[in-house]
Each structure stands twice: as structure tokens, then as C-alpha cells.
């Protein structure tokens, strides 16, 4: 670089544009002083950004591992560098590869208005009748709610006082959509323009510092460059080694490889390639779809379609429900509600013999356990709040109550009934709808009316929350009269033990006092025998 930079200058090219810096300016950008010479890689990059030009293809940066500079394509595929060798065309890595953008428009609207509002892509259209609104979002929520919202090609939302139309998918859009209030047609306008994703090849370099097929596929796995490195032994003899490479399926996914030195251990030569990359391609209603995956999720909605193998016959999707699940999911709740019964009885009553943890815990709130056992059973077997045919509740689903309060499945009843009402017995339970919450505005089938039921015992009013609060607050206070009545009880034993220890010291001071007495007796009686 110094010697470069001493004969003349470094000129740099994309093919397109051009600049040149001097040893002077390097030495200025680094903050030397005027005829300075001992410039670095740093100070080189300092002065490249100072001069190059706006539009120039290449970002640089210094390298952080070596002293060098990092090129990178503004644009993937777009520019080339050159040296006096040639052409440099290793090494170079896109930023970013161009990816889809979805266009915006927007359109300014007065907040307080009283007007019919509607939208349009130039296809499709939502109307909303004339109404009173105060704010752009409450507009912007009608228009959400009208019929036919799903159908346009884009979706609205609100951004302060402007409404604006955001693209379901990316790419240019040939005729913008059109926002009218009160008749009158707003402006629109077009701040982020479509585009369509461009995926070209990006060139990547990898240093191999071990020479053999083990350094190379480890040196390929170590960058992490979306493709995987494997050595086979096939056991042949003699060159018995080979390293397979893969990459991510579908057409996006192809890669090739070369090497730098002459022997690119057969990479470059066709007959080398074990499958080529390529999507998968079916005709669909007349449509041909394009995949990069043999399973297909978004063609028809609920269902995987498994590509297996190729042919140009037409082949027939029968798409059926699955009752099988269902069936499974009906023994389990049996199962979980004969459960939760024999639980709530067992912990209602004391048993002598049983070796049950939780035997006779609640058999002092006898109300309790028959309040929860109640209201589930009430639950469960409860018309649905969304009916549907001859289809109303869990009964017509073979499921009932035996004589000893346990749940039975019938199932020769719901296979019958499965057979010509699986719709009615799907919107009975779930209303047609899922992922629904307690405080859904939406219909409701069994299911959430159960689970209803069972969150409102634990709510913050629920029986067993109140129970709970109030088993906790007698506890804390039996803890509050035992700690009381222990001290009590410290006082009076302290008190005995002082009374006893003065007992004691009373009858040691009259034995004392007895021996004594005994001893002048003896001693006078003596006197009076001589």
C-alpha cells in the first residue's frame, strides 16, 4: 500500500465509477502530519470514504482479523472490482440480497366526520354506511368490519390522521387503491413503492487452513454459509473418501463451488452433481404453484400436501375429517372428569384405611365439594350455547352418567353420529371458531362454556379463591393464638419451676434442720443413761 501510494496513487473502480486517493490525503484522514509516509490500512479506508462517490457499488470497511479492507456489494450482484491482476471476484459478499418490499399508500382523512366511507383496490371494495366518527382509527375499525375487508388485497391501519393501505404481497402495484369519504375521492399518495425480491448469486470465500477432505469439510461447516459439509467413507478401497455437499431445498438453494488452486477436488465437474436443485411444481385449479419444499401447507387450508414422486397424470385429494381425534379427545375428558370426581370424594370423606394424601382435607366443607361436583356436572352436560341440527350437547355424543356418578362414552353412538354430523358436532363445541377467549364477544360452543365454568371457581371471587383467602386468613390467626398461648404456657412453667426449686430448698433446710434435732436428742439421752 505505502509503495502504491508513493508512486502515484490507489484508484478504485466498480466497473462504472471511479476515484483515486493520494498518499497525502491517506496521511490527512489519518492525522498525520503534511509529508507523512507512515500511513495505515485505517487511515487508507478513511480517505477511500471521504472520496468515493455516493452512487460508488461497495461499501468498505478495515478488516478486523488482518491487514486488509472488506468490499461489500451495496446490491447483491451489482459491481465489480478490479485489480491489476483482473478482475476480483472471490471474496465479495452481498450485504443484503434484495428482498420483496409490500407497497403503502396513504391518504390524509379528516378525524371528525359524519360520512359513508370506502376502499377499494380497483377489484374489490368495502363500504361502510354514513356514521359519525371522531378519529381516523375509529374509521379505520369500520372499514376492518365491513363485508368483504378479507377479500381486499391489502389491509388498512391507522398512523396518526392518515389511513393507509399496506400490500398483502410484495411487488409493484399497477393500479393504486382508492379511498372515497362522503363521495369524495382522497388523495392518496405512495410513500413506500413495491418490489419484487431479486435473489442473486452471492460469492463467498472460505479459507481452508488444513488440506485434507477433513479440513475442508470442517472449514465449510465452520463459515456458515447455508451449506452443510459432509465426509463419507464408501468403503470402496483406495480413494475411499467423499465429501457431500448440501444446501437448503428448492431453486433458491443452489450453490456452486470452485477452488483456487488447480485440484478443486472434483467440484466443478458435472458428473459430479448427485441431484440438482430445483422446486417443486404442481398444477392446482389450473394454477401452477411453485414450492421449495415437497411439503405443501398453504394451497389448502388445514392440510399438508406430501409430494412422493413425480408424473403428469392428475391425481385426486379426498380431504376428510379427522373423527379419530376427537374420539380421543372425548375418552380423555371421561377419563379427567371421572378423576376429578373420585379426587373431590375422596377429600370429602374420611377413610380409616386409606393411604390417600389428601383423604378427609375437606371433609369440614361438605358444601364445598358438592358446590364444585354440581356445577361441573351442570357444566358438561349443559345444552352448548351454540347448537347446531340435532347436535346440543355432550349427551348426543354418547357420553352420560352412571349409576355411581361416573362418565360413560358410548362410542357405537358417536361413531354413527359422526359419520353425517361432524360439522353439527364441531360448531356445537367450538361455534365454528378457535383460539377463543373468556371475554370473546363471539359466539361460543361447549368447550369455552365449560372452560368458563371452571375459571370462574378459581377467579378472584371464585368459591376457591374465597375459600382459599379465608382458610389462609383463620390460619394466620391460629398461628397468632398459638403464639399467645405459648408464651402463656413459658410463664407458667417458669413460675412452677421457681415455686418447685423453692420446695426443694425448703425440705433440704428441714432436713437439715431434722438431723440436727436428732443428734441433741441422741446426745442428751446418752447423758442421762451414764
Known sequence: MRAALTSGNITFSDGVN??????????????????????????????????????????????????????????AGTGTLTSNSGVVDAGITAATPITGVAAIYSSGLTPSVTATLSVSDGTNAVSVASASYSTV???????????????????VAANGNNIEATYKTTGAIATAPTVTVGGTTQTVTNPTAGRTAVNSPVVTSISISTDTPAGVVEAINAANKGVT?????????????????????????????????????????????????QDSVINFEGLTITRSSN?????????????????????????????????????????????????????????EDSTEALNGALADDGSLISYIKNNIRSA??????????????????????NRGGDMTFDETKYDGLVLTN?????????????NQGKYDTASKGLSQDIANVLDGFTDKDGIVTTRSTNATSLLEDHKEELTKLETRMTAVYQRYLSQFTAMESMMASLDATKDYLTGQLESLSKAYDS
Request: charged residues 10%; aromatic residues 6%; negative net charge.
Open 18 to 75: 471511479s476515484f483515486s486517493v493520494t498518499m497525502a490525503q491517506v496521511a490527512a484522514a489519518q492525522g498525520l502530519a503534511v509529508g507523512a509516509t507512515n500511513v495505515n490500512t485505517g487511515g487508507l479506508v478513511a480517505a477511500m470514504s471521504a472520496h468515493a462517490p455516493s452512487n460508488f457499488s461497495f461499501n468498505f470497511e478495515q478488516n478486523s482479523t488482518s491487514d486488509g479492507i472488506n468490499f461489500t456489494q451495496k446490491t
Open 137 to 155: 382509527a375509529a374509521q379505520v375499525s369500520a372499514i376492518q368490519a365491513g363485508a368483504g375487508y378479507d377479500d381486499l388485497l391489502f389491509t
Open 229 to 277: 459439509a459432509s465426509l463419507v467413507d464408501t468403503g470402496t478401497g483406495g480413494n475411499n473418501f467423499r465429501i457431500v455437499l448440501s444446501g437448503d431445498t428448492g431453486l433458491a438453494g443452489t450453490f456452486a463451488v470452485t477452488s483456487s488452486i488447480s485440484n478443486d477436488l472434483g467440484f466443478g465437474d458435472a458428473d459430479k452433481t448427485l441431484q440438482t436443485a
Open 295 to 351: 411439503a405443501i401447507t398453504d394451497v389448502v387450508a388445514g392440510t399438508t400436501i406430501a409430494l412422493n414422486d413425480v408424473t403428469s397424470s392428475a391425481v385426486r385429494l379426498n380431504v376428510v375429517s379427522d373423527t379419530s381425534t376427537l374420539k380421543t379427545g372425548l375418552k380423555d375428558v371421561v377419563i379427567v372428569y371421572n378423576s376429578i370426581n373420585a379426587a373431590l370424594s375422596n377429600m370429602g370423606s374420611i377413610k
Open 380 to 401: 358438561v352436560f349443559n345444552n352448548s350455547s351454540t347448537t347446531s341440527g340435532n347436535v346440543n350437547a355432550l349427551r348426543d355424543l354418547g357420553i352420560s352418567i
Open 422 to 434: 361432524f360439522d353439527d358436532i364441531s360448531k356445537m363445541l367450538t361455534a365454528g371458531t378457535s
